[in-house]
C-alpha cells in the first residue's frame, strides 16, 4: 500500500523559510519522478516544482523561482521543497505526489503572515 506524507509546514512571518519533507512508502521512490503542488484557499491546486527520479532536473512554477528549490534523498525515500523569501500569497496546503500516480498524502499546512 502506497503512503505519502508530508510535514514541516506551520506559520512564519512574510521573508521567513520553512523546508517541507515528504515521505513515500510502498512505492519504487527512486524510478519516480516527483512533484510539489500546493492549493490556497479557494483556489485550484497549483504545480509549485518538479524533480525527476534521480535530481538531476527541476523545474519550478514562475511563482517560486528563485525562493523555493526541491530536492530528493533517493535512500530515504523522501523529496524536499526548501521555501525561502516566503510571501503571504504562498499561504497554502502543501502536496508531493509522485509524477504519473494517483497517490496523495494529507497535506501539510503553510501559513505566510505576521
Known amino acids: 500500500q502506497v503512503q505519502v506524507v508530508e510535514s514541516g509546514g506551520g506559520l512564519v512571518q512574510p521573508g521567513g523559510s520553512l523546508r517541507l519533507s515528504c515521505v513515500v512508502s510502498g512505492f519504487t521512490f527512486s524510478n519516480s519522478a516527483m512533484n510539489w503542488y500546493r492549493q490556497a484557499p479557494e483556489k485550484e491546486r497549483e504545480l509549485v516544482a518538479v524533480?525527476?527520479?534521480?535530481?538531476?532536473?527541476?523545474n519550478y512554477a514562475d511563482s517560486v523561482k528563485g525562493r523555493f528549490t526541491i530536492s530528493r534523498d533517493n535512500a530515504k525515500n523522501t523529496v524536499y521543497l526548501q521555501m525561502r523569501s516566503l510571501k503571504p500569497e504562498d499561504t497554502g496546503v502543501y502536496y508531493c505526489?509522485?509524477?504519473?500516480?494517483?497517490?496523495w498524502g494529507q497535506g501539510t499546512q503553510v501559513t505566510v503572515s505576521s
Open positions: 524533480i525527476t527520479s534521480r535530481g538531476s532536473v527541476t
Open positions: 505526489k509522485p509524477r504519473g500516480y494517483d497517490y
